[in-house]
C-alpha cells in the first residue's frame, strides 16, 4: 500500500479498509487512549504514590527508633533510679548550712595533721551557682612535697566534697634536715546544696 492509497481511505467506510490499516489505526487510538489516561489520571496518582512511598521510609525510620527505645524503656527506666539514687547520694555529700562550719575545721585538720604549717586560712564568700553554692577557702601551708600529697589525699578521703584549685607551689629554702621546704598556695573549694529557696 502506497501513500496515495492511504489518501483516498475513506473515514465513514473504515470497515472496508485494508487490514493492516486498521491494525495501525487501533494501534495509534490504544496508544492515544493509553497516553491520555497516563496524562489526565495516572501522572498525578504515580506522584502520589511515590510521595507515600517517601513518607512510608519516614514513618518506618521513625517507627524503629521508637520501637527500639520502647524496647529499651526498662533499661532507661533503670538507669534514671540509679542516676536518681547516685546524685542523691552525691547531695548528700555536699554540706548543709549547719555542716559548713564542722567541714572548715576537718579541712584544717586534716592540713595540720599531714604536717603542714599554716600561714593563711581564709574561707571566702558563698558563691551561688545553679543548685549549689560554692565555698571558697584561700589556703597557704608550708611544708614538705610529701605532706602536700598527704594533705591533697586526705582532703579527698573527707565525707563531703572538697576540691582544690589554683595550686602555686614555691621552694622557701632547706629545714635542719636538709629537706626542702616549699610554701603551697591553693584555693580549696566545699559545695552547699541549695534547697527550692535558693537557701
Known amino acids: ?5 492511504l489518501h483516498q481511505l475513506d473515514f465513514n467506510e473504515i470497515g472496508q479498509w485494508p487490514v493492516p490499516v486498521k491494525a495501525a489505526l487501533v494501534l495509534i487510538l490504544c496508544g492515544l487512549v493509553g497516553f491520555a489516561w497516563y496524562w489526565f489520571l495516572s501522572k498525578d496518582q504515580l506522584a502520589s504514590l511515590d510521595r ?22 526498662d533499661k532507661y527506666k533503670q538507669q534514671l533510679e540509679e542516676m536518681k539514687q547516685s546524685f542523691g547520694a552525691m547531695l548528700r555529700q555536699l554540706p548543709n548550712k549547719t555542716e559548713v562550719a564542722s567541714l572548715l575545721v576537718d579541712v584544717s585538720q586534716t592540713g595540720l595533721a599531714a604536717g603542714l ?12 551557682r545553679e543548685f549549689y ?10 611544708g614538705g612535697y610529701h605532706e602536700f ?21 614555691t621552694p622557701r629554702g632547706r629545714g635542719k634536715d636538709g629537706a626542702p621546704i616549699l610554701a603551697m598556695k591553693a584555693t580549696a573549694k566545699t559545695y552547699r546544696y541549695l534547697d527550692e529557696g535558693g537557701k
Open 149 to 169: 600529697g598527704n594533705f591533697v589525699s586526705g582532703l579527698a578521703a573527707l565525707p563531703r566534697i572538697v576540691t582544690i584549685h589554683d595550686v602555686e607551689i
Open 133 to 142: 553554692a560554692e565555698l571558697p577557702i584561700q589556703v597557704e601551708v608550708q
Open 117 to 128: 604549717e599554716f600561714e593563711l586560712f581564709k574561707p571566702g564568700g558563698e558563691i551561688s
Open 1 to 5: 500500500m502506497n501513500l496515495n492509497e
Open 52 to 73: 507515600e512511598q517517601r513518607q512510608e521510609k519516614v514513618l518506618k525510620a521513625e517507627f524503629e527508633q521508637k520501637q527500639a527505645k520502647v524496647v529499651n524503656l
